[in-house]
Every structure is written in structure tokens, then in C-alpha cells.
């Protein structure tokens, strides 16, 4: 199997740097991934790489093959993909196949053993753009040219959110976190969503708008789109997102997955799952038995008891709200603020009952709001927050356009031109530890999709920011919100002019009729320096399909996790 990629940005100097992250490459049949990956790995391979020289649009490659192992190897192969407009034209002392999407390195016809405590090593000519040369992704007979790394360089917490439909409607598949290099940043993923039925259990089902059980476990997701590069079989028993959450876990064994359970849409039903002592036993033991035990209701020809154990790790509450309005649908009652505290504990309690099965710590996360009111009348915080182990908070949506007037969506701090400076990343996080809560605890929420609207003047300042809007602005999914990669395009495009405001931590554009606000490289690194420098332990990303097919975001917050602090 593939293991944890490296981004590493390659200097043109010769001093080796690890190669890159794993990629979807020519596929082998499971057991023999399998049987490789131990090899591999016995065997003690490992890869660098350096760029030697450059020139114009050229440079020269040179990768070496380590083998820390006590035996000769003989039998290897490398794998790896190329920057965008850069490919390989000259290989010598190795043998090359496949294109820049997914190179195959393998020894030459005559032989190349690499001996034991030694090297061998080949080079290349390629052609770049950009200056891009660096390998995207590596493995050495399917296990890590890194030599099994297994999570990000930094002690934070960096949590993703990756959604159930983000491969059919965003072409953002789990294999993309491999490729993008995102998954080798991240502490934890959580999928979103699980619904919680009218009935007050966790369930799967095809039915529209209620789930979509296909995209969870029933897709039959082809080679090109799989995390190692292997189709799923028609016959399994867990195929689509769960199977490939499955494989990358395989790769990064240190990386938690979470479900997370409700959100916007899916919440509606929380408050009468909540109810009673028994309703709250009810819903917990069904989602410990369907995401933890696995046990999925035979599907699309799939599923099966225990079909899907071991792809989950945890739990993620996503009731928006308790006590407080959100989807106008959901179930609202006042005594939804007790009944959430003892539903924490439940779900505590049997993580924990299971765990001792298991032997292991199943985690119990949420997602909270933004605002001290939604906090006084939801929640009990300081009898919920020692069930967790750390909860996210909203750190996005502050304004939007459900509003008439252009605003900052993501705000650190207010903003002295706003005529109602009621919100912020800085007052939030004091209305959480004014109530007793440690900010080791908390997660900042970013975004990765701004909000925007059309029909604003541009006010006194000339950038429309606080300004009249006649209406929501067209999104490439949605009308409203628009993923930042798409934003960054309009950027590109020289149609817009980006605005900051530093101190707040934001970043906009407009073109004299349009306004979006969003968070680009620069914007995204502050907010994460800012949350550590407060006290925050990580930083959470909804969602990480709204990044660009370079992980950019990803890695402009991953440099700010790393940065060295006084």
C-alpha cells in the first residue's frame, strides 16, 4: 500500500531532499500491494531526490535508492508524478514508463541490485514550468520513499472536513488529499455527513435528501479515482468513500476519521433523539454499531455485518442548534441545553464501553458556534467540554449573503469601519473561555469558499465593502458562496482587485459590481498564527474540496503549524 507524501519545495542546489507523496499510479492487484508494502518496508528502501542543475526551461534530476537493510534488493519500484507542465524526456540506468500524471520507475533490463547498507542510484533531463520540479508524490514498492513518516511535522491540530459528496459533485475524491499533499498535514478528517432519523437512530439509506448510502460505501470507485491506484471490486463488501477512507488510513495510520453526525442539514431530528434516557441510548448504540462496529444495512450490493470496521475512529456532534434556531425544520425545544449534556455523556459512555473492547480510545468531538447567546441557551459547557477531546468553532459565516450589506465573512478581529462590529474570531474565543472553557480545547474554524454578492457600489472607500447589495452573487455550485480555487481564478484573471484588511485578518475582491470575500494563502497563515498566539490548539477547514489541485491552502496553513513560536 502507499504511504505518507512529502511536499517538499526542491532548491536547485545538490543537497537531497525526500521525495514526494504517494500517487495514483499503475495499479496491482491488493494482495500484491500488500506484499510489497511489507517488503518494502523489511527490506528498509527509501528514496532522495535533488535537482542538479537547471537551465532555461530544463533541469537534471538525480534520485538515489537507500537500503538501510541488512540484505541486497533487486526487485524495486518507484513511483511518482510531476508538476504540471514538467516531464521527464531522458532517463538513464533505470527504466521509465508511464507520463507526468504517474511515472513507474523500475530497474533496467540489465539489473540494478541495491546492496545491503548501500545505494544505487539514476538520473534524468525533464523539461519545467515555473520553476516546478518537485516530485507530487513517491512510493517505493508501494510503501513511502520517506521511509514510513505517518503524520504532519507540527504538535497542532489540523482537522478537514471532508464531505459525502464531494467526489460525485466536486470532483474532490480522498485520493485527491493524497495528491494535493493535504493528508500528510492532517490530524484528523471528519465525514460529513450521518444523518439522525425520524425514528432518533443513526441509518443509511439512497433516498434523496435523507443520504446517500451509493457515495458512502456502494460506489464502485475505478483505478484512476482510488487512493492506491486499485479499482474497487464490483463484490465488495465496502466500496466508495468509506473503502477509500479505509485505504488512506492505511497510508497515514496516524490520521484519525471521525463521522460527523447532523449538520445543517441533517440536524433536524437531534432534539428528539435527545429526548429521554432511552432515545439517547437508542441513537448512540446505533451509530456505535454502524460507524464503529461497522455493521452497514446490505446496500447496493454492499455492506454487511462489521463491513465498514475500522474505517471510523470517532464521533463528530454537528447539532446546529441545541436550544437555538437553525434549519428552519429542526426540532427546537428549551430543555434541548440539559438534554445535550446528558446525550454527551452518553455517547462518552459508550465509546468508552467500546473502547474496552477494542482496546483503544475512540475520540468525541463537535462542532459549536459562533456567538455567546447560541452558548448560554445550547449548552452547559462546563459539564460537556471534559467528554471531548477538543470541539471546532464556527470560525466563518459571520456575515454572509442571507444579509443586504456587504461584510467580512471571517473576521479575527472587528473591523473599525463596521457599523455593527458584533463579531469576531477574537470575541468568540473570549465568550468560550469567559465561561470556563480552556482554549486548548478549541479548534479554529477557516474556510475554504468565500461569500459574495452583486449590485454594490463602491462606497466611499472604493472597494465595496460595507456597501448596499442588490443580491447574492452566482457561486459555481450555489448562488452565494463561491470554493476558494475558483475564486482564486477571478483573481488571476486581472478582472477583480483584491482588497485586505490586515489587522482583521481578511481578504476581498471586487470589480465594481461584484464583492466576494474570501481567504487566500496569505489570509489563511495569519488566522493560523493568530489562533495558536491565542491560545487555540489547531485549526479546522471546512471544507477541503474548496482547495486548489496544489493543496496551496493546505500548505500555507500547514508552514504557519510548523513555524517556530517563542
Not at 520513499?145 to 480522498?174: K, N
Not at 433536524?268 to 448504540?285: K, M, N
Not at 430543555?335 to 475512540?362: I, M
Not at 475564486?487 to 470589480?511: H, M, P
Given at each position: 500500500m502507499r504511504a505518507r507524501p512529502f511536499r517538499n519545495?526542491?532548491?536547485?542546489?545538490?543537497?537531497?531532499?525526500?521525495?514526494?507523496?504517494?500517487?495514483?499510479?499503475?495499479?496491482?492487484?491488493?494482495?500484491?500491494?500488500?506484499?510489497?508494502?511489507?517488503?518494502?518496508?523489511?527490506?528498509?528502501?527509501?528514496?532522495?531526490?535533488?535537482?542538479?542543475?537547471?537551465?532555461?526551461?530544463?533541469?537534471?534530476?538525480?534520485?538515489?535508492?537507500?537500503?538501510?537493510?541488512?540484505?541486497?534488493?533487486?526487485?524495486?519500484?518507484?513511483?511518482?508524478?510531476?508538476?504540471?507542465?514538467?516531464?521527464?524526456?531522458?532517463?538513464?540506468?533505470?527504466?521509465?514508463?508511464?507520463?507526468?500524471?504517474?511515472?513507474?520507475?523500475?530497474?533496467?533490463?540489465?539489473?540494478?541490485?541495491?546492496?545491503?547498507?548501500?545505494?544505487?542510484?539514476?538520473?534524468?533531463?525533464?523539461?519545467?514550468?515555473?520553476?516546478?520540479?518537485?516530485?507530487?508524490?513517491?512510493?517505493?514498492?508501494?510503501?513511502?520513499?520517506?521511509?514510513?513518516?505517518?503524520?504532519?511535522?507540527?504538535?497542532?491540530?489540523?482537522?478537514?472536513?471532508?464531505?459525502?459528496?464531494?467526489?460525485?459533485?466536486?470532483?474532490?475524491?480522498?485520493?485527491?488529499?493524497?495528491?494535493?499533499?493535504?493528508?500528510?498535514?492532517?490530524?484528523?478528517?471528519?465525514?460529513?455527513?450521518?444523518?439522525?432519523?425520524?425514528?432518533?437512530?443513526?441509518?443509511?439509506?439512497?433516498?434523496?435528501?435523507?443520504?446517500?448510502?451509493?457515495?458512502?460505501?456502494?460506489?464502485?470507485?475505478?483505478?484512476?479515482?482510488?487512493?492506491?491506484?486499485?479499482?474497487?471490486?464490483?463484490?465488495?463488501?465496502?466500496?466508495?468513500?468509506?473503502?477509500?477512507?479505509?485505504?488512506?488510513?492505511?497510508?497515514?495510520?496516524?490520521?484519525?476519521?471521525?463521522?460527523?453526525?447532523?449538520?445543517?442539514?441533517?440536524?433536524?431530528?437531534?432534539?428528539?433523539?435527545?429526548?429521554?434516557?432511552?432515545?439517547?441510548?437508542?441513537?448512540?448504540?446505533?451509530?456505535?454499531?454502524?460507524?464503529?462496529?461497522?455493521?452497514?444495512?446490505?446496500?447496493?450490493?454492499?455492506?454487511?455485518?462489521?463491513?465498514?470496521?475500522?474505517?471510523?475512529?470517532?464521533?463528530?456532534?454537528?447539532?446546529?442548534?441545541?436550544?437555538?434556531?437553525?434549519?428552519?425544520?429542526?426540532?427546537?425545544?428549551?430543555?434541548?441545553?440539559?438534554?445535550?449534556t446528558a446525550l454527551v455523556q452518553e455517547f462518552r459512555d459508550q465509546l468508552d464501553a467500546y473502547g474496552d473492547e477494542t482496546d483503544r480510545h475512540y475520540e468525541l468531538t463537535a462542532f459549536m458556534p459562533a456567538g455567546g447567546w447560541r452558548l448560554d441557551t445550547g449548552y452547559e459547557l462546563d459539564e460537556v467540554m471534559p467528554n471531548f477531546d477538543f470541539i471546532t468553532v464556527q470560525g466563518y459565516d459571520y456575515h454572509g449573503t442571507w444579509e443586504s450589506v456587504t461584510n467580512h465573512q471571517s473576521n479575527l478581529v472587528t473591523d473599525a469601519r463596521d457599523p455593527e462590529p458584533v463579531i469576531s474570531a477574537e470575541l468568540i474565543r473570549d465568550a468560550y473561555v469567559s465561561r470556563g472553557v480552556d482554549p486548548a480545547k478549541l479548534v479554529l474554524g477557516i474556510p475554504f469558499y468565500g461569500q459574495g454578492w452583486t449590485g454594490v457600489e463602491p462606497g466611499p472607500e472604493g472597494d465595496g465593502l460595507f456597501q448596499a447589495a442588490a443580491g447574492p452573487a452566482q457561486g459555481t455550485y450555489s448562488t452565494g458562496t463561491e470554493e476558494w480555487r475558483f475564486l482564486k481564478e477571478k483573481v488571476a484573471s486581472g478582472e477583480f482587485q483584491v482588497f485586505r484588511n490586515d489587522e482583521a485578518g481578511t481578504a476581498w475582491i471586487y470589480d465594481g459590481e461584484t464583492l466576494w470575500n474570501y481567504d487566500d494563502e496569505a489570509a489563511v497563515a495569519q488566522k493560523t498564527t493568530w489562533a495558536l498566539d491565542n491560545g487555540y490548539s489547531g485549526i479546522m477547514i471546512w471544507s477541503i474540496d474548496g482547495d486548489d489541485a496544489d493543496g496551496s491552502l493546505m500548505g500555507s496553513i500547514d508552514r504557519a503549524l510548523r513555524a517556530d513560536r517563542p
Amino acid at each position: 500500500m502507499r504511504a505518507r507524501p512529502f511536499r517538499n519545495r526542491i532548491a536547485a542546489i545538490c543537497a537531497a531532499t525526500v521525495l514526494a507523496a504517494p500517487l495514483m499510479a499503475a495499479p496491482l492487484p491488493a494482495a500484491a500491494a500488500e506484499a510489497t508494502a511489507a517488503e518494502a518496508t523489511a527490506a528498509g528502501l527509501t528514496v532522495t531526490y535533488v535537482e542538479s542543475a537547471r537551465w532555461n526551461t530544463g533541469y537534471t534530476g538525480e534520485i538515489v535508492v537507500h537500503n538501510a537493510s541488512d540484505a541486497p534488493v533487486d526487485d524495486w519500484r518507484i513511483e511518482f508524478s510531476l508538476p504540471e507542465g514538467s516531464r521527464i524526456h531522458e532517463l538513464w540506468n533505470a527504466t521509465l514508463a508511464g507520463d507526468p500524471s504517474g511515472y513507474t520507475v523500475t530497474p533496467p533490463r540489465w539489473g540494478a541490485t541495491v546492496p545491503a547498507g548501500g545505494t544505487y542510484t539514476f538520473g534524468f533531463n525533464g523539461v519545467h514550468r515555473d520553476g516546478a520540479t518537485e516530485p507530487l508524490a513517491c512510493t517505493v514498492n508501494g510503501a513511502s520513499c520517506s521511509g514510513g513518516g505517518t503524520g504532519p511535522g507540527h504538535d497542532h491540530i489540523s482537522v478537514a472536513y471532508y464531505t459525502q459528496w464531494g467526489a460525485a459533485e466536486r470532483d474532490y475524491h480522498v485520493a485527491d488529499l493524497v495528491e494535493t499533499g493535504s493528508a500528510e498535514k492532517l490530524t484528523h478528517i471528519q465525514y460529513a455527513f450521518g444523518n439522525v432519523g425520524a425514528d432518533g437512530e443513526c441509518f443509511m439509506t439512497d433516498e434523496e435528501g435523507q443520504g446517500d448510502a451509493l457515495a458512502d460505501y456502494g460506489h464502485t470507485v475505478p483505478a484512476g479515482e482510488s487512493v492506491d491506484g486499485v479499482a474497487d471490486g464490483a463484490g465488495q463488501e465496502l466500496r466508495g468513500n468509506f473503502n477509500q477512507l479505509r485505504k488512506l488510513k492505511e497510508l497515514y495510520p496516524d490520521l484519525t476519521v471521525s463521522i460527523s453526525l447532523g449538520g445543517w442539514e441533517w440536524s433536524r431530528y437531534f432534539s428528539d433523539a435527545a429526548l429521554t434516557e432511552e432515545s439517547r441510548e437508542r441513537l448512540v448504540e446505533s451509530c456505535v454499531d454502524l460507524y464503529l462496529r461497522g455493521d452497514l444495512p446490505e446496500l447496493n450490493g454492499a455492506g454487511g455485518e462489521g463491513a465498514a470496521q475500522g474505517v471510523f475512529d470517532g464521533i463528530d456532534l454537528d447539532w446546529e442548534w441545541p436550544g437555538t434556531d437553525g434549519n428552519p425544520h429542526n426540532v427546537v425545544r428549551p430543555e434541548d441545553r440539559e438534554n445535550f449534556t446528558a446525550l454527551v455523556q452518553e455517547f462518552r459512555d459508550q465509546l468508552d464501553a467500546y473502547g474496552d473492547e477494542t482496546d483503544r480510545h475512540y475520540e468525541l468531538t463537535a462542532f459549536m458556534p459562533a456567538g455567546g447567546w447560541r452558548l448560554d441557551t445550547g449548552y452547559e459547557l462546563d459539564e460537556v467540554m471534559p467528554n471531548f477531546d477538543f470541539i471546532t468553532v464556527q470560525g466563518y459565516d459571520y456575515h454572509g449573503t442571507w444579509e443586504s450589506v456587504t461584510n467580512h465573512q471571517s473576521n479575527l478581529v472587528t473591523d473599525a469601519r463596521d457599523p455593527e462590529p458584533v463579531i469576531s474570531a477574537e470575541l468568540i474565543r473570549d465568550a468560550y473561555v469567559s465561561r470556563g472553557v480552556d482554549p486548548a480545547k478549541l479548534v479554529l474554524g477557516i474556510p475554504f469558499y468565500g461569500q459574495g454578492w452583486t449590485g454594490v457600489e463602491p462606497g466611499p472607500e472604493g472597494d465595496g465593502l460595507f456597501q448596499a447589495a442588490a443580491g447574492p452573487a452566482q457561486g459555481t455550485y450555489s448562488t452565494g458562496t463561491e470554493e476558494w480555487r475558483f475564486l482564486k481564478e477571478k483573481v488571476a484573471s486581472g478582472e477583480f482587485q483584491v482588497f485586505r484588511n490586515d489587522e482583521a485578518g481578511t481578504a476581498w475582491i471586487y470589480d465594481g459590481e461584484t464583492l466576494w470575500n474570501y481567504d487566500d494563502e496569505a489570509a489563511v497563515a495569519q488566522k493560523t498564527t493568530w489562533a495558536l498566539d491565542n491560545g487555540y490548539s489547531g485549526i479546522m477547514i471546512w471544507s477541503i474540496d474548496g482547495d486548489d489541485a496544489d493543496g496551496s491552502l493546505m500548505g500555507s496553513i500547514d508552514r504557519a503549524l510548523r513555524a517556530d513560536r517563542p
